[in-house]
T-cell receptor, first 112, second 117 residues
Framework: DAKTTQPNSMESNEEEPVHLPCNHSTISGTDYIHWYRQLPSQGPEYVIHGLTSNVNNRMASLAIAEDRKSSTLILHRATLRDAAVYYCILHSGDNAGNMLTFGGGTRLMVKP | EAQVTQNPRYLITVTGKKLTVTCSQN?????MSWYRQDPGLGLRQIYY???????DKGDVPEGYKVSRKEKRNFPLILESPSPNQTSLYFCASSPLIRRGPRLHEQFFGPGTRLTVL
């Protein structure tokens, strides 16, 4: 699977939107973009995934650049519960290995 | 409640003493996987299984074994643990879907913190 690059950490104020960027310049046409988050002392939790079009669910929105070389996870109103490490992962739809390779992620801190 | 369970949650053992960490899911998922998480190295996949009796190596399989005799269970076996296997271990499961990404949402267990002295 191709590699992703994320900032090590970001800070946000409670109740404000948060935009978490991810660069994946070597993405291939069959790679899906997945986001997971890991709250302190817990296992990772699925957030959202997409291929080309922007996606929304109850947790977040995923905005994917037209060239697909970057994407942004959007939390519309950050809460203290959203403080976590957020992982952007590429997963190939053709990948016979079916592995998910987690990078370093972005540690999101939310200030009250 | 749909969940992935792991046992034990915490384990301290000594070098060379065989151990098994169990993982069980109640969602009838085909895909199961083991990860280890270490500071500065993130989550790395150890082994995964696409279905019963089908297992394959992930990024860091050395020193580990797995088996998938039943769909719901995917135990991780350390035949001769060493201190470099001290880590936080996560089991995960996911349905496999036929179109789009083969892996959809993965459900993770609560983790097993293993210390090998």
């Amino acid at each position: 699977d191709a590699k992703t690059t994320q900032p090590n950490s970001m800070e946000s104020n409670e109740e404000e939107p948060v935009h978490l960027p991810c660069n994946h310049s070597t993405i291939s046409g069959t790679d899906y973009i997945h986001w997971y988050r890991q709250l302190p002392s817990q296992g990772p939790e699925y957030v959202i995934h997409g291929l080309t079009s922007n996606v929304n669910n109850r947790m977040a929105s995923l905005a994917i650049a037209e060239d697909r070389k970057s994407s942004t996870l959007i939390l519309h109103r950050a809460t203290l519960r959203d403080a976590a490490v957020y992982y952007c992962i590429l997963h190939s739809g053709d990948n016979a290995g079916n592995m998910l390779t987690f990078g370093g992620g972005t540690r999101l801190m939310v200030k009250p | 409640e749909a969940q992935v369970t792991q046992n034990p949650r915490y384990l301290i053992t000594v070098t060379g003493k065989k151990l098994t960490v169990t993982c069980s899911q109640n969602m009838n998922h085909e895909y199961m996987s083991w990860y280890r998480q270490d500071p500065g190295l993130g989550l790395r996949q150890i082994y995964y299984s696409m279905n019963v009796e089908v297992t394959d190596k992930g990024d860091v399989p050395e020193g580990y074994k797995v088996s998938r005799k039943e769909k719901r269970n995917f135990p991780l076996i350390l035949e001769s643990p060493s201190p470099n296997q001290t880590s936080l271990y996560f089991c995960a499961s996911s349905p496999l879907i036929r179109r789009g990404p083969r892996l959809h949402e993965q459900f993770f267990g609560p983790g097993t913190r293993l210390t090998v002295l």
